[in-house]
């Protein structure tokens, strides 16, 4: 049972186009996180959030935890070739010790 | 540039061999995981360590053993590896006890992944 469900699990999309991911779960999270990853590389953290309803915004890129905090979405604005990657979101459970546990990833395509 | 290394970054072995794959960090963190990989399946997380010689089992450990004598390395151990076993692996690690967590500060830093195919 996947405990985080992301989606699309593939997204490929023309250069200026903008897009979401969705990451939903049955299961609340004290911490919800997403990273990028590069071919090659491992998994880098872009943003952690932690309120329920908080918004971050990290230049095109807006990340929000839902009010109950069992879901999160991150919304690029106006996608560039660069943001290619595989996309993955990570919760946090309290009585978990820390553990992550990670969605299924999403592999996103900006074509020129 | 503080980082999570790999040793390993290809690795091609055969059915029934004993693999060790070697994770060194250089941020004195307390944590460190051992993922595996797979499209359409994500990172799941086979073992965590939250000390020296301290080691608890993940999501899906059976098939893997691992080994911390040292704060700074965590290694992987296949004793008999398997075709199923053929993925990506991702060691990582944070700063954080995981007694003392609090909500976000379970941030991991990732070394650049193993891929190892059995054959």
């Known amino acids: 049972t996947q405990l985080l469900e992301q989606s699309p699990q593939f997204l490929s999309i023309q250069e200026g186009e903008n897009l979401t991911v969705y990451c939903n779960s049955s299961?609340?999270?004290?911490?919800l996180q997403w990273y990028r990853q590069e071919p090659g590389e491992g998994p880098v953290l872009l943003v952690t959030?932690?309120?329920?309803?908080e918004v971050k915004k990290l230049k095109r890129l807006t990340f929000q935890f839902g009010d109950a905090r069992k879901d999160s979405s991150l919304h690029i604005t106006a996608a560039q070739p660069g943001d290619t990657g595989l996309y993955l979101c990570?919760?946090?459970?309290?009585?978990?010790?820390?553990?992550?546990?990670f969605g299924q990833g999403t592999e996103l395509s900006v074509k020129p | 540039d503080v980082k999570v290394t790999q040793s390993s970054r290809y690795l091609v072995k055969r059915t029934g061999e004993k693999v060790f794959l070697e994770c060194v960090q250089d941020?004195?963190?307390?944590?460190m995981f051992w993922y595996r990989q797979d499209p359409g399946l994500g990172l799941r997380l086979i073992y965590f360590?939250?000390?020296?010689?301290?080691?608890e089992k993940g999501d899906i450990p059976e098939g893997y053993s691992v080994s911390r004598e040292k704060k700074e390395r965590f290694s992987l151990i296949l004793e008999s590896a398997s075709t199923n076993q053929t993925s990506m692996y991702l060691c990582?690690?944070?700063?954080?006890?995981?007694?003392?967590?609090?909500?976000?500060?379970?941030?991991?830093?990732f070394g650049a992944g193993s891929r190892l195919t059995v054959l």
């Open positions: 941020m004195d963190h307390e944590n």
């Open positions: 959030v932690v309120t329920g309803g």
């Open positions: 360590s939250y000390d020296v010689k301290m080691k």
């Open positions: 990582a690690s944070s700063s954080r006890s995981l007694g003392r967590v609090r909500p976000g500060a379970n941030v991991l830093t």
């Open positions: 299961s609340v999270f004290s911490s």
């Open positions: 990570a919760g946090e459970r309290g009585n978990q010790g820390g553990k992550l546990i």
